[in-house]
């Protein structure tokens, strides 16, 4: 069975997991702190934005692994991962340019609401198929 959505979601999270690393690693040379964050509030926020995306993206992507298996690629499902997308760069920029910005919040809100309704949307789908 193919898994398009799911597969292009892991995907573009992936890219965007990479991106986030490198910068924490381009940053970590570029103020010589091997190990933490040294005070730095540039590399905390890098560091923070790179890490709350790896806290949310895999239970993401396993709920529209199973998600997709049990209902199949459909208009909901391909919204909530673009809208997901949308939500995890929208928090990793606004992390970045300051610590309270506006595009913190709304990615921190989209990201809660898509794993809300995505969950929501699985449990449903298990339910109708017993």
Do not use: K, W
């Not at 905390?44 to 049990?70: D, K, S, W």
């Not at 340019?97 to 898509?114: E, F, I, K, M, T």
């Amino acid at each position: 069975m193919q898994i398009p959505v799911t597969a292009a979601c892991a995907a573009l999270s992936g890219l965007l997991i990479l991106v986030l690393a490198l910068r924490v690693s381009l940053m970590r040379n570029r103020f010589r702190i091997a190990l933490g964050d040294g005070g730095n509030a540039e590399l905390m926020r890098a560091i923070r934005a790179h890490a709350n995306t790896i806290e949310f993206v895999p239970i993401f992507v396993i709920l529209a692994l199973c998600y997709e298996l049990q209902a199949g690629a459909n208009a909901a499902l391909t919204t909530l991962v673009g809208v997901f997308l949308f939500a995890r760069l929208s928090f990793a920029i606004g992390m970045s340019l300051a610590p309270v910005h506006p595009l913190r919040r709304v990615g921190a809100g989209l990201s809660y609401l898509c794993l809300l309704l995505l969950s929501l949307l699985l449990l449903a789908a298990v339910i109708a198929s017993h």
